[in-house]
């Protein structure tokens, strides 16, 4: 089964950017859906951004027009470019492949 593996995070400023990085132990050509979920201290996990292994892209309403979601097969990688950050994107952002295979997590904090 393949494994992810999450990268990237850190501690921004508010307005600042962050790359995300999911690198999974084998080929993701065969996942059909690649996705970011995030949760909050006290918040339930919510879906992000998703991608199809046709290239279809879906995003939450929050992130729409912020957030970029893309998979490179070559490398087996996803990742979640993310600019104009906000304080309420801090959260731990977690890669998934159909929501079966979960990385395990990597923090992003936003300071105002």
């Known amino acids: 089964q393949v494994q992810l593996v999450e990268s990237g995070g850190g501690l921004v400023q508010a307005g600042g950017s962050l790359r995300l990085s999911c690198a999974a132990s084998?080929?993701?050509?065969?996942?059909?859906?690649m996705g970011w979920y995030r949760q909050a201290p006290g918040k339930q996990r919510e879906p992000v951004a998703t991608?199809?292994?046709?290239?279809?892209?879906n995003y939450a309403d929050s992130v729409k027009g912020r957030f970029t979601i893309f998979r490179d097969n070559a490398k087996n990688t996803v990742y979640l470019q993310m600019n104009d950050l906000k304080p309420e994107d801090t959260a731990v952002y977690s890669c998934?492949?159909?929501?079966?295979?979960w990385g395990q997590g990597t923090q992003v904090t936003v300071s105002s």
């Open positions: 084998g080929s993701i050509f065969g996942i059909r859906t």
């Open positions: 991608v199809t292994s046709g290239g279809t892209t």
């Open positions: 998934t492949g159909n929501r079966i295979v």
